[in-house]
């Protein structure tokens, strides 16, 4: 692209035009970069930002991966989590028992997964213990039947710390007075706060008092759960850990990793992420087309100057780049605006809502509702490089038809009526 292309391109961008409109759509077209490049980065990042929180908060609780033994009880299972410990990719290990059942407290009740720990591992319970409102994991001494509820859980039964609840297992007990459920009071010891669903539905105990509600033998468990350092390999990690256990597993041994429980919910949000983007980039490709539009209506306007140019001894590829140049430079404007708003709101987005809740006296994310109560925003910088790229991308495809008709203008038509 030659020098007299670049300049004449710039000037007849500075330059005021006769027909206003078509100034009025070029302007459009800018604006409609700039919204386009810094909506789709806003967006793009809280999508990544609910992704990050689902991922440590959800998948800090739900272990990565289990080994189970489903005839119903683990009694030697301390070789296993040795061996599961020993594997370089795995965090942590700990013996588990997984039950549902119901808490009653005066009039009120919950369902609930009653999860029973060790609390001496620390294993997915890391994320609780940062998360207490009130009390300790450490507490659950096996015994003495305590129990953590979820804050939305203990909310819904009235209950706090200090308070007794009765917990009832699926399981029936045979007396005199006929078949009962079987039922055993615990001692709320802390409450946590993780988010809507964990919260409303998550209680942990220690394994041996559950293991004696469910009348299982005495320090025995269902399994081991795993926290792995990749979790897109925790299913490969898990069978190495199972393959490596001391004897051979038998055919009762099940073993599952996170994506059998969560592996549905997270391609949803992988689905959602990559539908908005494409809704989004369609703002960008409306604004190219205004691009477009305003470049065919300037070189209908430029008609005069064209033939001029032509007449000088201007080549038609000269033509073409000063064109291709103003329509450019239009969408380096737009998108270099587009993405330094972009980034902006995306490192900002908390505060900016938190304004406009203040301001309209609205809650957006309801903490009883929804897992946070606040706009997360990861801006991943390879996200905004891609965003950046199409819009310029576009924005020079969109100049290439209305720079090609300008070349093809004969001067003795455009001047016999100048």
């Not at 302007?27 to 806003?42: N, Q, T």
């Not at 015994?143 to 203990?154: C, D, I, K, P, T």
């Not at 064209?306 to 000269?318: C, V």
Request: hydrophobic residues 50%.
């Amino acid at each position: 692209m030659s020098g007299m292309s670049v300049l004449v391109g710039l000037r007849y961008l500075r330059a005021k035009r006769q027909n206003h409109f078509v100034s009025f759509i070029s302007a459009i077209s800018m604006i409609g970069l700039v919204l386009g490049v810094a909506v789709l980065i806003i967006v793009l990042s809280v999508m990544n930002g609910f992704q990050r929180e689902m991922r440590e908060r959800v998948l800090g609780v739900v272990p990565h991966g289990t080994i189970i033994n489903s005839d119903g009880f683990v009694q030697d299972w301390q070789p296993l989590v040795e061996t599961a410990l020993a594997n370089d990719r795995v965090i942590n290990a700990e013996p588990f028992i997984d039950a549902n059942g119901m808490f009653a407290f005066r009039s009120r009740t919950s369902g609930a997964l009653i999860r029973g720990i060790d609390p001496e591992f620390r294993g997915s319970e890391d994320l609780i213990r940062q998360n207490m409102l009130a009390g300790d994991i450490s507490d659950l001494s096996a015994g003495e039947f305590n129990v953590v509820l979820g804050n939305s859980m203990a909310s819904r039964l009235g209950a706090s710390v200090g308070d007794k609840v009765m917990l009832m297992v699926p399981e029936v007990t045979m007396s005199i007075a006929g078949i009962q459920p079987r039922s055993k009071a615990f001692t709320v010891v802390g409450i946590f706060n993780l988010g809507a669903e964990m919260d409303s539905t998550l209680a942990l105990t220690h394994y041996n008092d559950i293991g004696i509600l469910l009348r299982k033998p005495r320090g025995s468990v269902d399994g081991i759960s795993m926290q792995v350092n990749d979790l897109f390999a925790a299913r490969e990690i898990t069978r190495e850990v199972a393959r490596a256990a001391p004897g051979q597993l038998g055919t009762s041994w099940l073993i599952q990793d996170w994506t059998a429980t969560q592996g549905t919910l997270f391609q949803a949000i992988q689905m959602e992420k990559r539908m908005i983007g494409l809704l989004l980039s369609c703002l960008i490709l409306i604004a190219a087309f205004n691009v477009l539009s305003s470049l065919v209506m300037a070189v209908t306007d430029k008609q005069g100057d064209i033939a001029i140019l032509r007449t000088m001894g201007a080549k038609a590829r000269q033509i073409m780049g000063i064109f291709i140049v103003q329509g450019s430079a239009i969408g380096v404007v737009g998108v270099f605006i587009g993405t330094t708003l972009g980034i902006i709101g995306a490192l900002t987005i908390d505060q900016i809502v938190s304004f406009v809740e203040s301001l309209f006296g609205l809650q957006v994310l309801a903490p009883g509702v929804y897992f946070i109560d606040y706009f997360p925003s990861d801006l991943q910088w390879l996200d905004v490089l891609k965003i950046a790229g199409f819009g310029l991308l576009v924005s020079v495809l969109a100049t290439i038809y209305p720079a090609w008709r300008a070349s093809r203008i004969l001067p003795s038509e455009a001047l016999r009526y100048e």
